[in-house]
């Protein structure tokens, strides 16, 4: 979509309308981007009962506006359907005619393209990220040291610690929307909602997988580390 910008005065604020945030080819883009990762995903089991979700950010982005394409709410993840992607604003609003709901989660997405202006966003559910979560809830947050790994965040001290965010998981999902600028550390591009499932983040698809695999490997290395020593 290349639709030329229109700038109106009001109040004296300059107001774009019809921005050209991004173009059909982006847009196709992202569709394909998204549906190959869904499916790798969908191969590990990582989207039981349609949980989890997925988006990538489309065209041009500044904090207060943004473009991203999310899975439809709902779906059964592990099929395809001509109806799995739509496009949303920054505010979660589709943005074009559609009769697709946008993830229920799409909020948080929205913060977290906010707050971190990266390219991508996963959300999975998962036994072990559910269980660690669970364990360290008090805490706040889910230690994590000594294990190779930890350099897919591009921490490369070789006694590095690292604390993974654990946020309480409302129903209300606004409510859980507002305290992800708290929680969200610079340096650690994941959260994870208590018993529920955790939200990688990268510049890019490419560089979100590694965090949510990182992530993944890294969880379940905690688990299995605790079972050991209790
Ligand atoms: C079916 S349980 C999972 C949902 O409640 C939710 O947490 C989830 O991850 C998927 O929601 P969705 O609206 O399909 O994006
Ligand atoms: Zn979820």
Redesign the pocket.
């Known amino acids: 979509m290349t639709s030329s910008v229109i700038s109106i005065r009001f109040n004296k604020e300059k107001v774009r309308l019809n921005e050209p945030l991004y173009t059909l080819e982006q847009r196709q883009q992202a569709f394909t981007k998204l549906r190959e990762v869904k499916t790798e995903f969908a191969s590990r089991g990582w989207f039981p ?5 997925l988006s990538v950010r489309v065209g041009e982005y500044s904090p207060e506006q943004f473009t991203f394409a ?6 059964d ?1 592990s099929q395809h359907t001509p109806e799995d992607f739509l496009l949303v604003d920054h505010r979660g609003q589709p943005i074009e005619p559609t009769r697709l ?6 909020l948080i997405h929205c913060e977290i393209y906010r707050l971190t202006g990266c390219g991508a966003v996963f ?3 998962t036994v072990f990220n559910n269980i660690v979560s669970e364990l360290y809830a008090e805490r706040g947050s889910v230690p994590i040291e000594r294990v190779e790994l930890i350099k897919a965040f591009n921490i490369w001290q070789e006694d590095a610690q690292i604390e993974v965010p654990v946020l309480p998981n409302y129903a209300d999902i606004p409510k859980i929307a507002e305290l992800v600028e708290g929680r969200i550390d610079r340096a650690i591009p994941g959260i994870i ?1 208590r018993n ?2 955790i939200y990688a983040w990268g510049a890019n698809v490419f560089e979100a997988k590694r965090h949510l695999e990182a992530f993944e490997f890294l969880f379940e290395y905690v688990y299995r580390w605790k079972a050991l020593h209790l």
């Open positions: 009962a349609t949980s989890g979700n999310i899975t439809a709410s709902g779906k993840k709901k946008p993830s229920a989660e799409t959300h999975v559910h909602l529920h499932g």
